[in-house]
C-alpha cells in the first residue's frame, strides 16, 4: 500500500530516556495505528487513534492523531530494554480496510 | 492475547513442492484478511486481499497462480505457495480487520510464517 513518511528510520538510545518517533501521510486516514514488531514475529498492536486531535495512552507509550489526520506521533517514556524493536504507523482505509505502512523505525535501547 | 494465528510458524521444503498456511481469527469472523510479505528489515508488503465466498484480489506484481488464496470460511483463509523457488523464501504474514463499537476499527496480525525454500 501507500507508504506513509515515518521518521526516524532508527534509534540509539540510553535506558531510561524518552523515544519520539512520527508519521505522516499526503492522504486522510480515518483511523491510525501505531504497532511494534519483534524479530520473526508479527506485528503487535499498541495503539488505536480515531479521532483527529486524539491523545491516547497505553502504559508508558502515548500517542496522538493530528488535527489534519494526515499525521500522528509516538512517544515512549522512560525506555527500558524490552522496548527494542521495530515500530511501525499505519493508516487504515474504511472502504477497504488496507493499511498503508510507514518504513518503521528501528530502536535499540542501551542499558 | 492473540487474536490472529498462524500455522505452520515455520517451514522447510524442497524446490519445487507447494507450501500451505494457514490464517485464522480466533475470537472473530473475518470476511476480508490479507497476507503480506516481508523482506529483512523491510517494511510488510501486501500481497493480496482475501474474500470470504469470492475470489482474492492481487496487488500489481503478485503472480495469482503462484500464490493461491482460498477463504474458506469466516475465520479460516491459507495462502498456498505453489512450486515454491528459493526466491520466495520470506516472512509471510496475515492480518484481519476487526470492527469495534462506534466504528472503531483496528487490524490485528498473526505471528508469522517463516518459509525456507531450499
Known amino acids: 500500500g501507500q507508504q506513509l513518511n515515518q521518521s526516524p528510520q532508527s534509534m540509539f538510545i540510553q535506558e531510561g530516556e524518552d523515544v519520539s518517533m512520527n508519521c505522516t501521510s499526503s492522504s486522510i486516514f480515518n483511523t491510525w495505528l501505531w504497532y511494534k514488531q519483534e524479530p520473526g514475529e508479527g506485528p503487535v498492536l499498541l495503539i488505536a487513534?480515531?479521532?483527529?486531535?486524539e491523545l491516547t495512552s497505553n502504559g508508558r507509550l502515548t500517542a496522538q492523531f493530528g488535527i489534519t489526520r494526515k499525521d500522528s506521533f509516538l512517544n515512549i517514556s522512560a525506555s527500558i530494554p524490552s522496548d527494542v524493536g521495530i515500530y511501525f504507523c499505519?493508516?487504515?482505509?474504511?472502504?477497504?480496510?488496507?493499511?498503508?505502512f510507514g518504513a518503521g523505525t528501528t530502536v535499540t535501547v542501551r542499558a | 492475547g492473540a487474536v490472529v494465528s498462524q500455522h505452520p510458524s515455520w517451514v522447510i521444503c524442497k524446490s519445487g513442492t507447494s507450501v500451505k498456511i494457514e490464517c485464522r481469527s480466533l475470537?472473530?469472523?473475518?470476511?476480508?484478511m490479507f497476507w503480506y510479505r516481508q523482506f529483512p528489515k523491510k517494511s510488510l508488503m501486501l500481497m493480496a486481499t482475501?474474500?470470504?465466498?469470492?475470489?482474492?484480489?492481487?496487488e500489481q506484481g503478485v503472480e495469482k497462480d503462484k500464490f493461491l488464496i482460498n477463504h474458506a470460511s469466516l475465520t479460516l483463509s491459507t495462502l498456498t505457495v505453489t512450486s515454491a523457488h528459493p526466491e520466495d523464501s520470506s516472512f509471510y504474514i496475515c492480518?484481519?480487520?476487526?470492527?469495534?463499537?462506534?466504528?472503531?476499527?483496528?487490524?490485528?496480525f498473526g505471528p508469522g510464517t517463516r518459509l525456507l525454500v531450499l
Open positions: 482475501s474474500n470470504e465466498g469470492s475470489k482474492a484480489t492481487y
Open positions: 499505519a493508516g487504515l482505509r474504511s472502504n477497504d480496510y488496507k493499511l498503508s
Open positions: 475470537d472473530f469472523q473475518a470476511t476480508t
Open positions: 487513534l480515531y479521532k483527529a486531535g
Open positions: 492480518s484481519a480487520p476487526k470492527g469495534g463499537l462506534a466504528s472503531k476499527e483496528t487490524q490485528y
